[in-house]
């Protein structure tokens, strides 16, 4: 029995941060036929799945992760990194005739970072989600399918049947379909996006005038809009309310939608307000843009407490 499972990719994260990196505020590289020092790496697991369910686990949640994996002899980092952490990873399915998704995450001076990403075996299936063994399970978690809309329909139905609460943090490729994705929506009680992603769902510009209207015409439960550095928004089917960041210095800003996102449904899972359960998202979101990597800064439930 597990209080959340967390659903969607598993990844292989390389992190670089070197004071040789041409930043400005559009590019981040280097010189061309340049060697160049690292000044901080990190090797560990990503995705949004693994991300999540680490962090649930650290709030003191029984935790699992549904993804799909492929070949890489970098595979133990993923498996190390939930046994750490007391995740379940039962559900870590391998695709012998693919590879694991691995990203080199190149990061600046200021924690703004630029994401190299290799596609390898992520897009799960519905033959992967072991429909048995899930049942009876508190929350269901899920983030980018790459685009398996079928897979999500499928999982929001089984959860609907089984009284499995959904959050639902839908990636690009979910969003390319936006009329399908919007009626999807309906049936989760809470949606989960960034500021680009939510004016792609709302076909609006985050500062027009109707913006927050049309939220509020979608008759959505719960949605939570994350905007960087200028906080974070939560809208119920009547109210809304803001929190700016906390004040810290970042140095990688990998990770921070994953954390807050985890926060925030580990929040209402421990019976909070949507008010409590905002700032749990925006503390645990400064704590992870304060180290390297997206797990290393992830709190428990003491320290959000």
Known sequence: MFDVISIGAATIDIFIKSKDLIS??????????????????LICSGGGATNSAVSFSRLGLKSGCISLIGQSYLNQFIYDDLKKNKVDDQFIFLQKSA?????????????????????????????????SKIKKTQWFYITSLEGNLHLLEKIIGFAKENN????????????????????????????????????????AKFD????????HQQKLPLV???????????FTDSRQFYSPIINTKPIDETGAGDSFGSAFIGALIYKKSPQDALFWGIKNSASVVSYLGAKTGLLNLKQIK
Do not use: M
Not at 24 to 41: A, F
Not at 208 to 215: A, N, P, T
């Open 99 to 131: 590879t694991t998704d691995f990203s080199v995450i190149l990061i600046n001076q200021d924690g703004r970072r630029s994401i190299l990403t290799n596609r390898g075996a992520t897009r799960l299936e519905s033959r992967h989600i072991p429909w």
């Open 24 to 41: 400005t505020p559009n590019i981040v590289g280097l010189k061309p036929s340049s060697k160049n020092e690292i000044n901080h790496s």
């Open 164 to 203: 499995i609460k959904i959050c639902l943090n839908p990636g690009s490729r979910e969003l390319a379909s936006r009329r399908r994705i919007t009626s999807i929506s309906k049936l989760v009680n809470v949606l989960l996006l960034n500021k680009e992603e939510s004016e792609i769902f709302f076909d």
């Open 224 to 234: 939570a809009i994350t905007n960087g550095r200028d906080g974070a928004y939560i």
């Open 208 to 215: 027009d005038d109707k913006f927050f209207s049309l939220i």
